[in-house]
């Protein structure tokens, strides 16, 4: 139920992390009790519908064996 800038954060692993990346679009924010975290605000589609969100990269496992953790903000 993250949200930042008042829009929903979706967490992924940070393998992901492109290194083609603008330094610029990256920025730094506390989630979750994790610190500071690596985040970029893009889109997702999600129920054909577009939405602006932020991606906060993690390098922990704790999404129960997934590669990302979508947010409860997405579906409203």
């Not at 929903?8 to 992901?16: G, K, N, T, Y």
């Not at 989630?31 to 906060?56: L, P």
């Amino acid at each position: 139920t993250l949200t930042i800038n008042n829009l929903p954060v979706i967490f992924i692993s940070e393998s992901f992390l492109k290194t083609n990346l603008n330094t610029d679009e990256i920025e730094y924010a506390v989630v979750g009790g994790m610190g500071k975290s690596k985040c970029v605000k893009g889109e997702i589609i999600f129920k054909e519908e577009k939405k602006d969100v932020y991606y906060a990269f993690s390098n922990r496992r704790f999404f129960n064996g997934c590669d990302c953790l979508l947010n409860v903000y997405l579906s409203n």
